[in-house]
């Protein structure tokens, strides 16, 4: 037994240390402008291309809010941000979503 443990710890010793454990990123989108919003990307400041409409499917209408999860897996905070309007306008933004608890969107 005192064998199998000192070979077990000898291994977890050869293991590299992980990277900083990744949390999912929380917040509230508030829309507190006079258009419902039809389409939601958030995509780390890093990568060249948006990833997936977060909102599918829904459609946050003009004076509510919805919580946002993003759970990527990755250790980045500053995510670039691209809403999509019912009429077709876009608003883009760069925000640390570590740092915040809520995004509001006005006119």
Known sequence: MRKLLGVALAAAMLVPAAPALAQDLVF????????DIYRF???PSDVGDWEEDILGRDILYSGESARV??????????????????????????????????????D
């Open 41 to 43: 990307y958030a995509s």
């Open 28 to 35: 509230m989108l508030d829309n507190q402008s006079s258009y």
């Open 69 to 106: 999860t993003i759970a990527d897996a990755r250790t980045q905070c500053e995510y670039d941000l691209l809403i999509v309007f019912e009429d077709g306008d876009e608003l883009t933004d760069t925000v640390d979503l570590c740092q915040t608890g809520s995004y509001t969107v006005h």
